[in-house]
């Protein structure tokens, strides 16, 4: 997963600057927080939400 998300958006032109990764317990489900150089742009976050494996994305700019 973690190489399809960052071949995923490496093809959109969206650097990561940091990503962190956890689970709520050992083979549960995954949380990955990523910090981008440029917030993608809505398309690429429909197509990362259309993936199966994927349950929810969202871009939170601060």
Do not use: W, Y
């Amino acid at each position: 997963m973690v190489g399809r998300i960052g071949t995923f958006l490496g093809d959109h032109g969206v650097n990561i600057a940091t990503m962190s990764l956890s689970r709520n317990q050992a083979g549960g489900t995954a949380l990955t927080v990523l910090n981008l150089d440029t917030a993608p742009g809505e398309e690429v976050l429909k197509e990362i939400c259309a993936s199966e494996d994927i349950l929810s994305a969202q871009v939170i700019q601060l």
